[in-house]
């Protein structure tokens, strides 16, 4: 259950937030600034292909990260046709009893898969469907997973490691079923391989295949009423782990359960006997076998006795040795120690279904210094931070009590911090709103204290506030610890439908006498987020899209509207084809409304940026603004870049224009993830094929 070292390989380990683990050299590394160095006048590397044909005519995925744990002796790399006459992707259904570990210490893992795979929605936008090994067979396979907002593909070949003909890990009871085997391989392959899966947190898979929100919870501090506790959250859509972290790592204690293993918790019923109602929870241990036995265990349980044939039909028991049993709600509170829960923030269940899932809203923001960052309430510069409105109508459904709160849990995740080599402590306030404004004063704050808060501020990448309050209006504060520490965040808000969460509008000049400056500059640069839809569908396509050209045209019309007016004669059509094309998932050369909705999150942040910067209200940076300018948007550089910079950005008097600067960080931000996305084990230096380098210097 506990994350533990990862085994010793020929790659270093990654850390807990592998996805952003990379070189945390004060600047870029060296390697990295070689590469920055080569192709800084050219362009990123897209996502494109990463392998070749086989001899067969297969994928073959060159680029999966082999470890030592495949490279024992009688190690064998076979196709699932190899393995049994007829394969097939899914066999009857993806369900929970699909899962038998295997040599990883991954069970972490699996428990994520038995509890994703009852929720098809979300399996299916992890494991797409159409795939199987008959129609259209080429040897590649294609899952998603969530990181940072949005869902990234990852594609692998069917080539799976085994010895005397057998998988050497995760396999399906039915010999001729390979999706979960195909998912953990993905999954490898995006934490930089099999080794990276030898032990973790269940709540990093949570997060990584449901997009959902994970807290860790200590199961002798949940509410005395554990059952109606367990039935609000599976009635949310809550995936729920648990496991006992004493003893000896996956040994078992007297009644089956096992140490520090991670089991998925699937069901609370409450179960009618012989002598009245007993309250029931249903555990999967991914093992596929190993199970409780205890009172109401599958072999062993007198207790099922005393309940109905049809009561137990209803229920779906089964009795054999699977790994799903049953226990009472006391028992599991004895056996059992942590609870990882991951609420979830999208599901699109069936009519009729009891699932009434959260609503959730998610807001990226960035702390910037001077500006965004103004630490904790115990300085003087709180009133600084981003605002969030808050408001709360909806009272809780489903819940048993006759309490009249709103229910809710908060988000606050850091972005990239990993990938800059800086990690922030973070917190998340929560107080009442003005009876007048969405926004608080730095005189409101004094005046008021916070309803919630974080115990503590925590280094965590995520930190999960959780908690109810009455209807009403508030505000949410994302901190850092200290004032002007720069970073960006991602916080999401899940509640009952009908509540909200919304960025405060920041007071009028007039009322903010005591503040020295706006703490988001680009609102009198450029037209509001709802100004913005209207400019997108002015300017897109017919079919909703928008195309360089587009795209020209609409930062034009949006620059000369504000304190920014003039700029926009600096704008390049080639400026507006790179930001096309580097915010581009697909390859097309166009931006569908999402995509531009991230592109302009990503402009508002630099135009406060450049707007700080400009000291002289020239519109364009000065040479010696350039460096701090890019460390504040946390992409610190050397001199050798920097020179690069110089003679590749600027204009002829050593000046970069609004419109260039944008360019210029679009560029240097992508051309960054793309290395350290080519970059899977964190070495510093990649390798990509003849196609690739040209993929990367053309496509621009």
Known sequence: MRKLSRKSSSSPPLAEDDADSVCSDELLGSQSRLWLTDIMTRGPPPVGDVSAPGRDGLFVDHYFPVGELELQSGVRWKRPQELCPSPQFIVNGATRLDICQGKLSDCWLLSTIASLSMNQYLLNKVVPLGQSFQDGYNG??????????????????????????????????????????????????????????????PHEAMVDMTGGVAEVLTIASLPKDLPAFLGYLLSKGALINCGNCQGPLEQRNELGIMFRHAYSLTAVEKVKTKYGSVDLVRILNPWGNTEWEGPW????????????????????????EDGEFWMSVSDFRQNFELMEVCHLTDTDDEPGSSVVPWSCAMH???????????GSPQGGF????????????????????????CS????????????????????????????????????????????????QYSPRREVVLRGSLPPGRYIIIPSTTEPNQEGAFLLRV??????????????????????????????????????????????CSSKGFCKPVHLHNLLTEAIKGGVLAGSEKNLALEHCKSLVVLMDSQDIAQLNWSEFQSLWDKIKRWTDIFLVFDKNKTQRLEYQEVAPALKAAGIPVDDLVLQLIGLRYTEPDM??????????????????????????????????????????????
Request: hydrophobic share 35%; glycine share 4%; proline share 5%.
């Open 655 to 700: 000046t970069i224009s609004y419109p260039g600067f944008l360019y210029l960080l679009m560029k240097l931000e992508t051309m960054i993830y793309k290395f350290h996305a080519f970059d899977v084990v964190g070495m510093g230096t990649i390798a990509v094929s003849y196609r690739q380098w040209l993929q990367m210097t053309m496509y621009n």
């Open 364 to 374: 990226h923001g960035n702390w910037v210094p001077s500006i965004t960052a103004g």
């Open 140 to 201: 590649c396979f294609t899952f998603r997973f969530w990181q940072y907002g949005q869902w990234e593909e990852v594609t692998v070949d069917d080539l799976l490691p085994t010895k005397d003909n057998n998988l050497i890990y995760l396999s399906s009871p039915d010999r001729n079923e390979f999706w979960s085997s195909l998912l953990e391989k993905a999954y490898a392959k995006l934490k930089g391989g099999y080794r990276a899966l030898d032990m973790g947190f």
């Open 382 to 405: 709180f009133w600084q931070n981003p605002q969030f409105y808050f408001t709360l109508s909806e009272l809780d459904s489903g819940k048993a009590d006759s309490q009249k709160t």
């Open 408 to 455: 809710f849990v908060l988000a606050l995740m850091q972005k990239h911090q990993r990938r800059r080599g800086v990690t922030l402590s973070t917190a998340l306030h929560i107080y009442p709103a003005h009876p007048k404004n969405t926004y608080l004063s730095p005189e409101d704050l004094s005046a008021v204290r916070p309803v919630l808060y974080s115990p």
């Open 494 to 539: 899940l509640t009952e439908k009908g509540n909200a969460a919304i960025p405060a509008n920041k007071p009028a000049l007039q009322d903010i006498s005591t503040i020295k400056e706006l703490s988001y500059p680009h609102q009198t640069a450029l037209p509001s987020s709802i100004s913005m839809k209207q400019l997108f569908e002015k300017h």
């Open 297 to 320: 265990s599958d072999m062993k349980g007198a207790e099922w006795n005393t309940v109905s044939i049809e009561e137990q039909k209803r229920l779906n028991r089964v009795s054999r």
